[in-house]
């Protein structure tokens, strides 16, 4: 019997989608939807292997390049997943790959790219300077620009630590490595010489520590796209050359195959094994599942995860998750404290530690570096709201400094209009939400800042109940119509105002009980999107749990 607030379906969507979710879990904790086979991923690793070990690894290129050729929208260009609308950046890389590798056999479908990149402006139309660069960059391989025109990466910042990270951020290693490639292709004279000569080993170290942090297992961040351009830089660089044949053998260890086991010429971006599992566990614990031995491994894991030393290139204190960086960290804190048990108090303690030192001068916080110049990494409205709550969800008080100052901020940061901006996820939705359920949280749910943005959430809702990026041409994502109503729900929304809303996720359920994933995560701001399963279960679960528990008050 259907109840005026669907109070019945909700419960049974909730305990389906839970079902769901435990399927996906690994016996050590981690909840594994696989990492997306990615344009991006395969064109670093077919650059890296051209340039790095062209003769053995001629098989891996081939397959690459057949695997491009192949996955080639029918207008010409490619996406960062196969299937999703063509996009600037990948489109312009994967062009420029394929004729470096296969001129003449992919000619024609070197041709399409290049057409679809010209019509659509051009390089310089990408929304996204840093990607920009990159395109320019492969071009100039490509021999369709002068290298004298590709943008000069400076090796002399090395010298100076503390602002090389504020003027890169996670970049470092990348930008290093294609300093140190310009270094040796394009000497600098006059008054450059000497300090680039002496920067040249501080460069190179940066990249090696990055390598080291992760283990020496071949690869930076455990990404192929990452990989492939530090790769492509030491190989033209003729430096690290231990690094170069480590980063081959990776990737041809992680070539992913068929579903018969054959190599199919494809890599992926790396397994968001971190975010994917406190994802997953926010939303069972949110449903109820707090107590459920399944969620035993992932406090296992996160305690495992936590590192206990320094990072050095980053200037990053211990007690961080990830690579380091304030999402990871901040979700598993909050994860943590809300799981059951003591034996991970000390961990909580030192993640909030590394929160604490982390945040920025202004009261905000960014990706990793500390007062970040790099706008794609912060400050953060998303990231700042992630932040206060893993402070509060430890036992941070709300009068407390830390709190007070984060939220001076983002009272700040708010656009005219009343939403907020996040760097890791698409447009304003997610941050606005994020931003008025941490205003909720702390009893400011009627200040001015936080009636901006509920108001904002409010007229932004689409016809069919569901949310999207606030462009009415966007269709609704379960991704940002679960933002939109968990924030509405914690700044006072009856739910019953919010029954559309409700209605279109119980309907945009899929035959095993979870939910499409929509491409709403940046891996390349305004430029290129993934889609992160967990994420999107994760969410679904916590509003559908939030509502129920606000519909049987």
């Known amino acids: 019997m259907t109840t005026p607030l669907l109070v019945d379906e909700v419960s049974d969507a909730i305990d389906a989608a839970a079902g769901t979710l435990f399927a996906a879990q690994r016996p050590d904790g981690v909840f594994d939807h696989g990492a997306p086979t990615s344009t991006l991923g395969t064109v670093g690793a077919v650059g890296a292997l051209h340039f790095g070990d062209p003769e053995g690894s001629a098989d891996l290129i081939a397959r690459g390049a057949a695997w491009l050729a192949r996955t080639q929208g029918e207008d010409g260009g490619w996406s960062m997943v196969p299937g999703q609308v063509s996009e600037a950046g990948p489109t312009a890389l994967a062009t420029a790959v394929l004729h470096l590798v296969a ?8 041709r399409a790219g290049r057409e679809w990149t010209r019509r659509h402006g051009g390089l310089e139309a990408i929304p996204n300077p840093e990607v920009v660069d990159w395109c320019r960059q492969f071009s100039a391989y490509a021999g369709w620009l002068d290298p004298r025109d590709m943008r000069r990466f400076p090796i002399e910042p090395a010298l100076l630590p503390a602002l090389y990270r504020r003027l890169f951020d996670l970049r470092m290693p990348t930008v290093s490595a294609s300093a140190l490639a310009e270094a040796r292709r394009r000497p600098p004279t006059g008054f450059r010489r000497l300090p680039a000569r002496w920067a040249g080993p501080r460069a190179l170290s940066v990249v090696r520590q990055v390598y080291e942090h992760g283990g020496a297992t071949g690869s930076w961040y455990e990404d192929a796209w990452v990989t492939g351009l530090i790769v492509t830089g030491l190989a033209r660089a003729e430096a690290g050359r231990d ?78 998750w990830g690579r380091p960086g304030t999402l990871g960290t901040g979700e598993a804190v909050s994860v943590l404290a809300r799981l059951p048990g003591t034996d991970q108090a000390d961990a909580v303690r030192r993640g909030v530690t590394w929160l604490t030192l982390q945040q920025d001068s202004r009261g905000s916080w960014g990706s990793c570096v500390r007062n970040t110049r790099v706008a794609d990494s912060g400050p953060c409205p998303h990231l700042t709201a992630k932040a206060l709550d893993a402070l509060l969800d430890s036992g941070v008080p709300a009068d407390d400094r830390r709190v007070r100052r984060g939220l001076r901020w983002l009272a700040k940061a708010q656009q005219p209009e009343g939403s907020y901006e996040s760097v890791w996820f698409r447009m304003h939705t997610a941050g606005t939400s994020a931003v008025l359920q941490t205003f909720a949280r702390v009893g400011l749910a009627d200040t001015p800042a936080a009636v901006r943005a509920r108001r904002w959430l409010e007229r932004t809702r689409r016809d069919d109940g569901s949310w999207s990026t606030g462009d009415p041409a966007d269709a609704g994502t379960v991704e940002e119509t679960s933002w939109a109503l968990a924030g509405l729900l914690a700044a006072g929304a009856h739910p019953r105002e919010l029954l559309p809303g409700v209605r279109w996720l119980l309907a945009a359920r899929l035959p095993d009980g979870g939910w499409p994933a929509a491409p709403v995560n940046e891996y390349m701001r305004h430029v290129s999107r993934c889609r992160m399963p967990a994420l999107t279960q994760g969410l679904a679960l916590r509003t559908l749990a939030r509502y129920r528990q606000e519909s049987t008050r």
């Open 103 to 110: 001129p003449r056999t992919a000619a024609d479908r070197v």
């Open 243 to 320: 690094m170069v044949e480590g980063a081959v053998r990776w990737l041809r260890a992680q070539e992913n195959t068929d579903e018969q086991g054959v190599p199919e010429g494809s890599w992926s971006t790396g397994p968001p094994d971190l975010t994917s599992s406190v994802y997953a566990t926010r939303g069972l614990l949110a449903a109820g599942y707090g107590d459920d031995p399944r969620l035993k491994p992932v406090k296992a894991l996160l305690l495992k995860l936590q590192r206990h030393e320094p990072f050095a290139a980053f200037g990053s204190p211990p007690g961080f």
